[in-house]
């Protein structure tokens, strides 16, 4: 794809995008109107209401009346952000695809389908966080000292901790290898006996 194919077609998608925004744009505003309508007629249905002999059966239709309405307006609004998504979802394969055939054709480069990793590389676990050291604080009394040592005590069981896991980490991965290099496969498990009937 030449250079002015590509501007074409981005400017083709970005007229579609504009139009998508605009209609839902105004979709959004109509279901804001609606909601605002909504509550205001039910604050009016209050009032009234207020005003007869039997309240609390007319304050609950009017209630079920605003949530029935509500709910007709999140389900529009739910499809509406639901088709907003899908958009943004084509917009990007579209992109991708683009950025995949304007790399294909440029010379000496790899294509998109060549990634640098294989899955069936084993990953390499994250190096651990570095701890960071105590900070040690000023010289005082007795309770200081022994809050110090109880603090360096709680670090290095901590390290020591952290040591271990990772040694059981390494020998895990390595024993999963072995495993794997062996070309052992694991059993199935036996069917589960079945339920007697009475």
Do not use: W, Y
């Not at 979709?27 to 209401?49: D, M, V």
């Not at 701890?131 to 290095?156: I, T, Y």
């Amino acid at each position: 794809m030449n250079s002015r194919g590509f501007v074409i077609a981005l400017l083709a998608l970005l007229v579609a995008v504009d139009a998508s925004i605009a209609q839902s744009s105004a979709e959004r505003a109509r279901i804001a109107s609606e909601r605002a309508a909504a509550k205001a007629r039910l604050a009016e249905q209050e009032r009234a209401c207020r005003e007869q002999f039997v309240v609390t059966a007319c304050l609950e239709a009017a209630r079920k009346e605003e949530r029935s309405t509500l709910a007709r307006l999140h389900r529009a609004e739910m499809v509406l952000d639901d088709a907003e998504r899908r958009e943004a979802a084509a917009r990007r394969r579209q992109s991708i695809q683009e950025r995949a055939a304007a790399k294909a054709a440029r010379p000496g480069e790899p294509a998109a389908s060549e990634s640098p990793h294989r899955r069936d590389e084993p990953r390499t676990p994250p190096a651990p966080h570095p701890v960071m050291p105590l900070r040690p604080e000023p010289a005082g009394s007795a309770d200081d000292a022994s809050k110090r040592a109880a603090e360096e005590r709680n670090q290095a069981e901590f390290d020591a901790r952290a040591r271990a896991a990772q040694a059981h980490r390494a020998e895990v991965e390595k024993r999963n290898a072995a495993r794997a290099a062996s070309g052992k496969v694991a059993k199935p498990l036996p069917a589960a006996p079945a339920a007697s009937t009475p």
